[in-house]
């Protein structure tokens, strides 16, 4: 079933998008083009995520930032604390945020739409308050690393490039997965419970189970991908991981893109950021950033709450076999 | 150790009682209209705004501003509701948990452009009161006295009178309400915009006596959402008690932990609440 489901078209353009993207820095050999993909990259895998929450199953969450910032501390701490290598810290990163969302997941899961979407606001304040308080992980001040274990992955250079290599193998990772998950009995389910929850639930959709695991998947990368972010940042303080504006516009890039698409999260994600990249630069909307993304949600919600790619595929009935 | 808890415990009912204000804005939108209204944050720190440019810069009393804020906060609120709400009215809960999320974004994007997140404060003290071992600070009591009268008001309003009784009618049975000739569409936005409204009043109070950000709605949104949790999601009179309950924790629970536990606690006490009585401690009203 798996083999015949990968000779979709949809899925090899979505991870073509995505080796194209991926391919610029090491074309170039430029160390700005790599930073600026890295963030890129990192996005794309968010807003992927995300989408199996947002998109497939009809769950806003609002802090769902939260993974990447626990998957950073604990990633950070079994490095430089534990003097693990990166890919294993990664993997306990990755597994600490399974883990929390599991916990919320059985816990808050069982609440439907909106009360969930609620209990999600506070969750990005509370681990932020706790982590402050949280002593072996630095409290207030964080942690950094020491500048020699780059040493080991070949000097701080090498370090960064491996990095990069790894966000993009989780990137085209997390969009495997969500295409997999989309053509899945399970997926079916999810989509099912979006529709209808109580029609799902009766069709023998064993809805809160589901909606826990797609939490679940949904967590692991961004947990993964903060402890990679983290390596190569060299330093951890709550203020600078606990950016809650990064939760609203993973929101914003599915939207952007299509929720509930494949190439929608991909492609939204990678529109949104290069627009904030011009953004930012600008001296008028330097200031205004969170502004523009706002009435960009604003307006997508209004008028095309489907998505650039939702909206092509209602308008060209030719494309559909193509954008999934 | 014993008048420490008891003024603790009162400092905390008195500002209580403005939380509750500020949730029943609120939950009285989410009663209506099924709506929660994610922009309640930044419109609280909008009125607390709007206090402090009519004080300072009109010299205006901080309580005749906040009349001028409480109508302008009506108004936004009735714009707010035919420009962002009425479209995904009828959509999925997600549509409008966007869409006033994004006006959420917007307020705070150009606030914090605006204002910067550095901290105003009303420079506006009218003394204190002395009651035996408690020393109240009058701008206190008076919000306290005000939430009490804004909340009288808004019964009187939506039991005594036509359009009350047509909020009350069209958040019991929409379809029913049209057929019995009540103009729903509008009667929405009079609810949206009382929401609005008391949030503004309860912002106003709250800068009278502490200091703000643009940032500061966030975490009285969040309170917000916790009391009207704790009242059940619309039921305006348990969102005061549950504004009582938590400010007098809120007061509380400093005495024993450091301050900045206060959001896990509360945060903690909301998941709970939500998992074993998600109708609040007084349910809902149906």
Redesign the interface.
């Known amino acids: 079933m798996i083999s015949s489901s990968l000779r979709q078209p949809g899925l090899w353009l979505s991870l073509l998008l995505v080796a194209v993207i991926g391919a610029i820095p090491p074309l170039t050999q430029s160390a700005t083009l790599r930073e600026n993909m890295f963030t890129l990259l990192m996005f794309v895998a968010f807003a992927s995520s995300l989408n199996i929450m947002?998109g497939y199953t009809?769950y806003?969450s609002?802090g769902h930032i939260v993974f990447f910032e626990l998957g950073g501390y604990v990633g950070f701490y079994l490095l430089s604390a534990q003097k693990w290598p990166l890919a294993a810290a990664a993997a306990g990163g990755g597994l600490a945020a399974a883990a929390l969302a599991l916990l919320l997941g059985l816990?808050?899961l069982?609440?439907r739409?909106?009360?969930f979407?609620?209990?999600t606001?506070?969750?990005n304040?509370?681990m932020r308050?706790?982590i402050?308080?949280f002593k072996p992980f630095g409290g207030p001040t964080g942690m950094s690393l020491n500048f020699a274990v780059y040493k080991q992955y070949g000097g701080p250079t090498q370090a960064l490039w491996i990095t990069y290599y790894s966000v993009l193998a989780l990137t085209a990772l997390v969009v495997l997965v969500s295409y997999l998950v989309k053509s899945s009995k399970f997926g079916l389910g999810l989509v099912s419970i979006r529709e209808d929850e109580d029609a799902a639930m009766v069709m023998g959709v064993r809805a809160p189970c589901a909606k826990t695991w797609a939490f679940v998947i949904s967590a692991i990368v961004p947990g993964m991908i903060g402890a990679l972010f983290f390596f190569k940042n060299g330093n951890i303080e709550p203020g600078d991981a606990f950016r809650l504006h990064m939760s609203?516009e993973m929101?914003v890039m599915v939207?952007l893109g299509g929720q509930g698409t494949l190439l929608g999260p991909v492609l939204g994600a990678a529109t949104y950021q290069q627009l904030r990249t011009y953004l930012l630069t600008s001296p008028i909307f330097k200031?205004?950033?969170?502004?523009?993304?706002?009435?960009s949600?604003?307006v997508i919600?209004?008028f095309i709450?489907a998505g650039v790619v939702g909206w092509l595929r209602a308008r060209l009935p030719r494309l559909r076999r193509v954008l999934e | 150790m014993l008048n420490q808890l008891l003024a603790s415990l009162v400092d905390g009912l008195l500002i209580g009682f403005v939380y509750g204000v500020a949730a029943m804005g609120l939950t009285l939108i989410w009663g209506v209209m099924r709506v929660i209204n994610l922009a309640h944050g930044p419109i609280i720190a909008l009125a607390m705004f709007g206090i402090y440019f009519l004080f300072a810069g009109a010299n205006l009393n901080p309580y005749l501003a906040l009349a001028l804020v409480a109508m302008a906060a009506l108004l936004f609120g009735l714009v707010m509701y035919g420009i962002v709400v009425h479209r995904v009215i009828n959509a999925p809960h997600l549509s409008t948990l966007l869409a006033t999320f994004a006006v959420n974004m917007m307020i705070i994007g150009t606030g914090t452009a605006v204002f910067t997140t550095s901290p105003f404060n009303v420079d506006f003290d009218l003394g204190r009161l002395t009651l035996g071992p408690l020393t109240l600070p009058v701008t206190r009591l008076i919000a306290a006295g005000a939430s009490v009268l804004v909340t009288a008001a808004l019964y009187f309003f939506l039991y005594r009178t036509p359009p009350g009784k047509a909020i009350r009618a069209v958040a019991n049975n929409r379809d029913a309400a049209e057929l019995m000739g009540i103009p729903s569409s509008r009667v929405l936005a009079l609810s949206f915009g009382l929401g609005t409204m008391l949030a503004g009043v309860a912002g106003g109070l709250i800068a009278t006596f502490f200091p703000f950000t643009i940032l500061s709605g966030g975490t009285y949104e969040l309170k917000s959402f916790v009391i009207s949790v704790l009242g059940g999601l619309g039921n305006p009179l348990g969102a005061l008690v549950g504004g009582l309950v938590l400010g007098s924790l809120e007061g509380l629970i400093p005495v024993f932990l450091p301050v900045n536990w206060v959001p896990v606690i509360e945060f903690g006490l909301f998941v709970v609440i939500l998992l074993v009585r998600p109708s609040g401690l007084f349910g809902a009203r149906q």
């Open positions: 947002l009809g806003v609002f816990s808050i069982r609440l739409g909106a009360y979407a609620l209990a606001i506070g969750i304040e509370a308050a706790f402050n308080n609203i929101i939207m200031n205004l950033q969170l502004t523009f993304a706002g009435l949600l604003l919600i209004l709450p």
